[in-house]
């Protein structure tokens, strides 16, 4: 049974940083891409940070330079890095085996202004 527990979320005001954490079990990160997702209030799921097998790894313009994706081998765990934060970061973070049907309960990010 995969199971993917993300934490690490919280309130923070705009320029600030935070760093998310999701810990795997049933699964092995590093033999899969990875992904982070995130959902703001009434809106679609967005992938913001992919890392494939080998470890490279890619971002979409909104977070290039601000994010950065990781991984733990050891520990099976994957991080998403978020600095300088802006209002538009606010949503619910999910980590997400790209291509499987698995996910966590998410972890929440608020930034304020």
């Known amino acids: 049974q995969v199971q993917l527990v993300e934490s690490g979320g919280g309130l923070v005001q705009a320029g600030g940083s935070l760093r998310l954490s999701c810990v795997g079990s049933?699964?092995?990160?590093?033999?899969?891409?990875m992904g982070w997702y995130r959902q703001p209030p009434g809106k679609q799921r967005d992938l913001v940070a992919s890392?494939?097998?080998?470890?490279?790894?890619n971002y979409p313009d909104s977070v290039k330079g601000r994010f950065t994706i990781s991984r733990d081998n050891a520990k099976n765990t994957m991080y998403l890095q978020m600095n300088n934060l802006k209002p538009e970061d606010t949503a619910v973070y999910y980590c997400?085996?790209?291509?499987?049907?698995?996910w966590g309960q998410g972890t929440q990010v608020t930034v304020s202004s």
């Open positions: 997400h085996p790209i291509g499987e049907v698995y």
């Open positions: 890392m494939s097998a080998i470890g490279s790894t």
């Open positions: 049933g699964i092995v990160f590093r033999l899969n891409a």
